[in-house]
């Protein structure tokens, strides 16, 4: 190559630099449509251990609750739309906390175009079908980062309710901005996500590139149709003899 004129050098100098930049382009994939299965635990004990402390009572029912119960969820998606629901009812999973148990007919539609988000959930023996704006998160992104199903995804925190903290777990590989339940407003999908004052987890354990179907992302919803504010002030009629667990009941509605 030493003995090759000048201008033959820059051409394969050339051909080099476009075939490595080709290379590095087929790398980096950006995933726009499919399917993510997430792992929901939550330490059911965690919120009953200083009760069960002084009370015999109580640590009866702990030995016949499981400390940690799991459910598997998935949320299907593509450029604009996601819907996240219960893959399977556990039928053998014990539920010691209010709330925990899910159901099957549960589920949360974010609508990134119209910036729009449709819940429907049952609380106590009503179903509620709750339609307002994407929520309007202050994330505070850092620079610790973590392998999630595959992905790496860095570190965001954020409050709800104001004074909860939820972490996240976000890959900008899947430039969707949404997540299990009703978070995102991030720049990226949300593979991982905690909120440490209910004791409960989400993680991804598998991506899956399928395409949704539209009627897998805009499934029919049934229910009373009320917004947050509305829900709210319903509710906390409901608990206002509840004391300071009312504040959880309403943490966990708000997921």
């Known amino acids: ?11 394969i100098l050339f051909i080099i630099c476009l075939g490595c930049m ?12 499919g399917r993510v299965e997430f792992e929901k635990k939550i330490n059911q004990h965690k919120s ?5 402390e002084n ?4 640590q009866t029912i702990l030995k016949v609750y499981p400390k940690i119960v799991t459910d598997i969820y998935e949320l299907r998606f593509d450029n604009n739309h996601s819907y996240y629901k219960l893959k399977k009812e556990n ?23 119209k910036r729009t988000v449709s819940t429907q959930r049952e609380v106590f023996e009503n ?9 309007n998160l202050e994330w505070r992104i850092t620079d610790e980062t973590r392998q999630i199903a595959g992905f790496e995804c860095r570190k965001a925190v954020t409050k709800i309710c104001d004074s909860v903290y939820v972490v996240a777990f976000y890959t ?5 901005s949404t997540g299990p339940e009703s978070f995102g407003g991030l720049p990226g999908m ?45 509710l906390k009629k409901g608990f206002k003899d509840w004391g300071k667990e009312a504040d959880k009941r309403l943490w966990i509605v708000s997921l």
């Open 127 to 135: 179903t509620y079908v709750v339609k307002d704006s994407l929520r």
């Open 48 to 52: 009953v251990e200083d009760e069960a």
């Open 190 to 234: 949300i593979l991982g996500l905690a909120v440490p004052r209910l004791y409960t987890t989400w993680f991804a354990t598998k991506v899956e590139l399928v395409d949704p179907t539209p009627a897998q992302l805009n499934p029919v919803q049934k229910g009373k149709k009320v917004n947050w504010e509305q829900l709210y002030a319903e």
């Open 55 to 58: 009370s015999g009572w109580m």
């Open 91 to 113: 039928n053998e999973n014990k539920y010691l906390m209010w709330g925990s148990k899910p159901t099957e007919t549960d589920g949360v539609i974010q609508d990134l175009d």
């Open 1 to 11: 190559m030493a003995n090759l004129p000048a201008s033959d050098m820059k051409k």
């Open 22 to 33: 080709l290379s590095a382009s087929a790398q980096t994939q950006f995933i726009t449509k």
């Open 172 to 176: 900008d590989q899947i430039p969707v």
